[in-house]
């Protein structure tokens, strides 16, 4: 196995930190799941693009190629290794208060977590049957909720064409064929044991074997941030009761981008920002304040449209769920102040 011949297009955290002498001494690990360093990489050796460029394929993986992950870890999350992550879900704890002038700027306000089984390998090393295994368990799961969070499960195979298409239109399903999940492993065996979950309203929405086991998903219009925070509380809460998923004292959740370990939570609006899109400096300057990351409104590595924006919180891990939305809600209040102001 050779060492993987970057060029100047490739910026991800994994090319900046894999040297080639650390690539040797990883070179010949190998995980339980038989998961190995070659593998972890190639999503960002296959698309020079990528901003992180490295997945785990199992708990394991975070162990034994630590010499390069715990770096990536370190800048993205500006997380120290030695500090140990914590967790607050009480929604009572968010200084976020609604006030109904955010709806002219916030189209739409969603926040997710990514959940993985404790007794699975991750999405890039898990086998088809084991990826159907957990989509029986978890659309069983669901299939007991009830009130406002009861909904239907709809496998991907045999989903209608045109149904798959407008669930993705209107934001609520994946795309199919993302370049970097595929290089990682993630699409194989595509579309077996993929699926959605979602009430009746579509505010509540459980994805099934995209980039993790689950993603645990609270969304509606407009910007009212506590109310899409205690949906997704007690939706978790209920899958914890009846599903084990995959905790590290220091890591926390575990999931297979190490952007989305500790609370695996993204807190994001779409929200209208037309004066300052034509300022991205300022733009990028509030967001940085707040360590907040800017995407586009059909998913990462998409482009604004319109002047709308996707703005949410970049840590994940060391800080709480709370703080996440936090960072989300003051970077979105200095944005529009300044909005205004332009
Ligand atoms: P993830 O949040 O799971 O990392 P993506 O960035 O790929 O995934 O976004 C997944 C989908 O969620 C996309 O269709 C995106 O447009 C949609 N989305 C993200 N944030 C919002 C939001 N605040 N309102 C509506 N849709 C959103
Ligand atoms: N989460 C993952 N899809 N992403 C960070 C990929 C990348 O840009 O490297």
Same mark, same amino acid.
């Given at each position: 196995?050779?060492?993987?011949?970057?060029?100047?297009?490739?910026?991800?955290?994994? #090319?900046?930190?894999?040297?080639?002498?650390?690539?040797?001494?990883?070179?010949?690990?190998?995980?339980?799941?038989?998961? @190995?360093?070659?593998?972890?990489?190639?999503?960002?050796? !296959?698309?020079?693009?990528?901003?992180?460029?490295?997945?785990?394929?199992?708990?394991?993986?975070?162990?034994?190629?630590?010499?390069?992950?715990?770096?990536?870890?370190?800048?993205?999350?500006?997380?120290?290794?030695?500090?140990?992550?914590?967790?607050?879900?009480?929604?009572?704890?968010?200084?976020?208060?609604?006030?109904?002038?955010?709806?002219?700027?916030?189209?739409?306000? #969603?926040?997710?977590?990514?959940?993985?089984?404790?007794?699975?390998?991750?999405?890039?090393?898990?086998? !088809?049957?084991? #990826?159907?295994?957990?989509?029986?368990?978890?659309?069983? @799961?669901?299939?007991?909720?009830?009130?406002?969070?009861?909904? !239907?499960?709809?496998?991907?195979?045999?989903?209608?064409?045109?149904?798959?298409?407008?669930?993705?239109?209107?934001?609520?399903?994946?795309?199919?064929?993302?370049?970097?999940?595929?290089?990682?492993?993630?699409?194989?065996?595509?579309?077996?044991? #993929?699926?959605?979950?979602?009430?009746?309203?579509?505010?509540?929405?459980?994805?099934?074997?995209?980039?993790?086991?689950?993603?645990?998903?609270?969304?509606?219009?407009?910007?009212?941030?506590?109310?899409?925070?205690?949906?997704?509380?007690?939706?978790?809460?209920?899958?914890?009761?009846?599903?084990?998923?995959?905790?590290?004292?220091?890591?926390?959740?575990?999931?297979?981008?190490?952007?989305?370990?500790?609370?695996?939570?993204?807190?994001?609006?779409?929200?209208?920002?037309?004066?300052?899109?034509?300022?991205?400096?300022?733009?990028?300057?509030?967001?940085?304040?707040?360590?907040?990351?800017?995407?586009?409104?059909?998913?990462?590595?998409?482009?604004?449209?319109?002047?709308?924006?996707?703005?949410?919180? !970049?840590?994940?891990?060391?800080?709480?769920?709370?703080?996440?939305?936090?960072?989300?809600?003051?970077?979105?209040?200095?944005?529009?102040?300044?909005?205004?102001?332009?």
């Amino acid at each position: 196995m050779e060492y993987p011949s970057f060029t100047q297009k490739h910026k991800s955290l994994m #090319r900046k930190y894999l040297t080639n002498d650390i690539f040797k001494k990883l070179k010949t690990k190998i995980t339980k799941n038989g998961f @190995t360093i070659e593998q972890a990489i190639n999503s960002g050796v !296959k698309n020079p693009d990528s901003n992180i460029g490295i997945y785990a394929g199992d708990k394991e993986s975070y162990k034994i190629f630590s010499i390069v992950f715990d770096k990536v870890i370190e800048e993205y999350h500006d997380f120290d290794k030695d500090r140990k992550h914590l967790s607050n879900l009480n929604s009572e704890d968010l200084n976020t208060p609604y006030l109904e002038e955010l709806d002219n700027y916030i189209v739409s306000t #969603r926040i997710r977590v990514g959940r993985n089984f404790d007794n699975m390998p991750l999405g890039p090393a898990i086998s !088809k049957e084991q #990826r159907d295994e957990i989509q029986s368990i978890v659309s069983n @799961t669901l299939s007991s909720f009830e009130g406002s969070l009861k909904g !239907k499960y709809f496998s991907l195979e045999g989903m209608k064409e045109e149904d798959r298409l407008s669930l993705i239109d209107d934001h609520f399903l994946f795309k199919a064929g993302d370049s970097y999940l595929e290089e990682a492993g993630l699409n194989r065996d595509w579309p077996s044991g #993929r699926g959605i979950f979602h009430n009746n309203e579509k505010t509540f929405l459980v994805w099934v074997n995209e980039e993790d086991h689950l993603r645990i998903i609270s969304m509606q219009k407009g910007g009212n941030i506590k109310e899409v925070f205690q949906r997704l509380i007690v939706a978790i809460q209920n899958l914890e009761e009846k599903i084990e998923f995959s905790y590290d004292e220091h890591l926390g959740y575990i999931t297979s981008c190490p952007t989305n370990l500790g609370t695996a939570m993204r807190a994001s609006v779409h929200i209208k920002l037309p004066k300052l899109s034509l300022n991205m400096k300022l733009l990028e300057e509030i967001a940085n304040k707040h360590y907040l990351q800017i995407r586009g409104i059909n998913g990462e590595h998409s482009n604004s449209e319109n002047g709308i924006f996707d703005i949410s919180n !970049k840590r994940r891990l060391g800080v709480t769920e709370v703080q996440c939305v936090q960072d989300m809600y003051d970077g979105v209040i200095e944005l529009i102040k300044c909005e205004k102001d332009l």
